[in-house]
């Protein structure tokens, strides 16, 4: 009887066990994979209907309005609409309300929540960071500032313009690094500020200073919008780094999550070989970590407050990385072989954290 009795009471205990170990296994699957709910920016976006993402409009190949078309274009345009796709599925008319801003205006307008985010051709910098309250995504350019001098100059560096007049923009890391740059050679020189771009150019045709200086990408910008690109050189020089990256208002993680991996999503889809073209035949793939990747399966993708297939919509949308950089920067001349800009698998640094 004594003995039934402890058998019964062992039966009991390890059943239960196994029946509490199975709850403890379902929820650990459930929260694993759980859809995040979106919260604070993410969710600010979604019920307002669209994305109001800071650009430019003045830089080729990076922001630009095309005043024949009223079209917009460049590799900032083309994150602005990465993260627009990531977020609402696709690119409507209506969802995707591009805020064209300064250099000087952009931080305000960021600080301001006038904007969600700034594409905009913005360095990333110590007290940017920190002292602006801002954060920032990966970079999407690794860019360093540059000179650009009428070619009858004849100048062949730097080293040449001992008591140069400078075209500058305000509002930029372009004026602090240049004032530096003279000065540590104990050259003389004079800065001639501009609100914008397209000012600074017509400067420098006009003849108003010798020098034209912001970042080589946009030098090749604007010197492609120019009626004769060839009477103008951009010198070997390079006097800083200017890692271009978005840039959003620091304390939302989620909303950090979304930009950060929507970008790595376009770099990840690179280092994968998935492009526009070959989407619907990758969904196909048999390969587990691509599987993942686009969300087929398990919810694995919805844990950042998106939909599964935000990578697919991405990719739809806009391509991978290679394609965002072979339609907008290589028309303005910049190519990405041996380059920063290159996969690392190139030798490059773009590079995605682990999918997984
Ligand atoms: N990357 C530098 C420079 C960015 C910058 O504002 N560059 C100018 C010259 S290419 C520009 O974008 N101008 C466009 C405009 O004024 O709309 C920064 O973040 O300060």
Redesign the pocket.
């Known amino acids: 009887m004594r003995r039934t009795f402890r058998f019964v009471l062992a039966l009991a205990v390890l059943l239960s066990f196994v029946a509490l170990s199975h709850v403890v296994n379902d929820r650990n699957e459930k929260s694993a994979f759980a859809q995040a709910e979106p919260t604070g920016k993410l969710a600010e976006v979604l019920a307002r209907g669209y994305l109001n993402c800071g650009i ?4 080729p190949g990076f922001s630009y309005l095309n005043p024949n078309d009223n079209t917009y274009s460049g590799l900032d345009v083309d994150f602005c609409r990465a993260l627009t796709a990531a977020i609402f599925g696709e690119v409507t008319d209506t969802n995707l309300v591009f805020v ?4 000087s205006e952009r931080f305000p307008a960021l600080q301001a929540n006038q904007v969600d985010v700034l594409m ?4 990333w910098t110590f007290s940017r960071d920190t002292d602006l309250k801002g954060s920032f995504g990966p970079t999407t350019f690794y ?1 360093g500032q540059g000179l650009m001098v009428p070619a009858s100059l004849g100048v062949a560096s730097i080293d040449d313009l001992n008591g140069a007049s400078i075209c500058v ?1 305000t ?4 004026e602090l690094n240049i004032t530096e740059a003279f000065n540590s050679r104990g050259f003389d020189f004079e800065l001639i500020p501009f ?3 397209p000012s ?1 150019i017509i400067a420098l045709e006009a003849g108003q200073c010798d020098v034209l200086t ?2 080589k990408s ?1 030098l090749a ?2 010197r492609s919008g120019v009626a004769d690109p060839s009477l103008y050189v951009i010198l070997p020089d390079t006097l800083s780094k ?1 890692p ?1 990256s978005p840039m959003y208002n620091e304390g939302d993680d989620q909303w950090a999550n979304v930009v950060d991996w929507t970008v790595y999503a376009t770099f990840q889809a690179e280092e994968y070989g998935i492009t526009s073209a070959n989407i619907d035949e990758m969904l196909a793939s048999e390969d587990s970590a691509i599987q993942r990747f686009l969300g087929v399966g398990d919810p694995f993708n919805s844990l950042i407050g998106l939909s599964n297939d935000f990578t697919v919509n991405i990719i739809r949308t806009v391509g991978n990385y290679g394609e965002i950089y072979d339609r907008n920067i290589v028309p303005i001349g910049i190519p990405r072989e041996g380059s920063l800009n290159a996969l690392w698998t190139s030798g490059g640094l773009i590079y995605s954290p682990a999918w997984r």
Do not use: F, K, W, Y
């Not at 064209?100 to 250099?103: A, I, T």
């Not at 905009?120 to 360095?123: A, D, K, L, Q």
């Open positions: 430019s409009a003045e830089v064209s801003l300064s250099s905009r051709n913005t360095t860019d923009q509002g930029t890391t372009t609100d914008d771009a600074s912001t970042d946009g910008g604007l200017e271009l």
